[in-house]
T-cell receptor, first 113, second 115 residues
Framework: DGGITQSPKYLFRKEGQNVTLSCEQN?????MYWYRQDPGQGLRLIYY???????QKGDIAEGYSVSREKKESFPLTVTSAQKNPTAFYLC????????????FGNGTRLTVT | GDSVTQMEGPVTLSEEAFLTINCTYT??????LFWYVQYPGEGLQLLLK?????DKGSNKGFEATYRKETTSFHLEKGSVQVSDSAVYFC??????????????FGKGTLLTVNP
């Protein structure tokens, strides 16, 4: 079955360390996205990518970085510059950067202490 | 800019009760509207969508009608089940004057259905 795989499901890091969250899709979708979810705040867009080797900042990109070297993969790095990194991170994809629906992974819960 | 406002939760209902979750929006263009559902510990899943005024989206007993005159897209279900307990997100997709579509989410409404 096609879908989006995020790993790991839970991730723990010490403050000051960079950490990379994995996102892989086998839906053959061109567009991919990273969202951050905090209690009571809904979803906020971190980065998105329309095509391989291209990506754009979303609403809260500071302290994050991404790469899109392959169509299937869109890893997110949470750097030490992100002031409040503890959150639930969701990766999504869509056929294109249009109004087509998003398909989501099951998320990674990152805890930084 | 675009925005989505949905009723604050949590909403607690008994099984077989009628459900309404209100959603209103502000958009500069002609948006498509969506409801997504998030079950505990999981990502979001598309529940239903509507792409133009007066369209009705429906799925799994849930319905929502795109009302342009009231800029609303309220989610309804006639008889909820315990398995409907989840967080529900209203969202819109709009170009907002730019070249790319952007998806804007509401803050989510937690629904708990008791047996």
């Amino acid at each position: 079955d096609g879908g989006i795989t995020q790993s790991p499901k839970y991730l723990f890091r010490k403050e000051g360390q960079n950490v990379t969250l994995s996102c892989e899709q086998n839906l053959n979708h061109d567009a991919m996205y990273w969202y951050r979810q905090d209690p009571g705040q809904g979803l906020r867009l971190i980065y998105y990518s329309q095509i391989v080797n291209d990506f754009q900042k979303g609403d809260i990109a500071e302290g994050y970085s991404v790469s899109r070297e392959k169509k299937e993969s869109f890893p997110l790095t949470v750097t030490s510059a992100q002031k409040n990194p503890t959150a639930f991170y969701l990766c999504a994809s869509s056929i294109s950067l249009s109004n087509s629906p998003l398909h989501f992974g099951n998320g990674t819960r990152l805890t930084v202490t | 800019g675009d925005s989505v406002t949905q009723m604050e939760g949590p909403v607690t209902l008994s099984e077989e009760a009628f459900l309404t979750i209100n959603c209103t929006y502000t958009a500069t263009g002609y948006p498509s509207l969506f409801w997504y559902v998030q079950y505990p510990g999981e990502g979001l899943q598309l529940l239903l969508k509507a792409t133009k005024a007066d369209d009705k989206g429906s799925n799994k007993g849930f319905e929502a009608t795109y009302r342009k005159e009231t800029t609303s897209f309220h989610l309804e279900k006639g008889s909820v089940q315990v398995s409907d307990s989840a967080v529900y997100f209203c969202a819109l997709s709009d170009r907002g004057g730019g070249s790319n579509y952007k998806l804007t989410f509401g803050k989510g409404t937690l629904l708990t259905v008791n047996p």
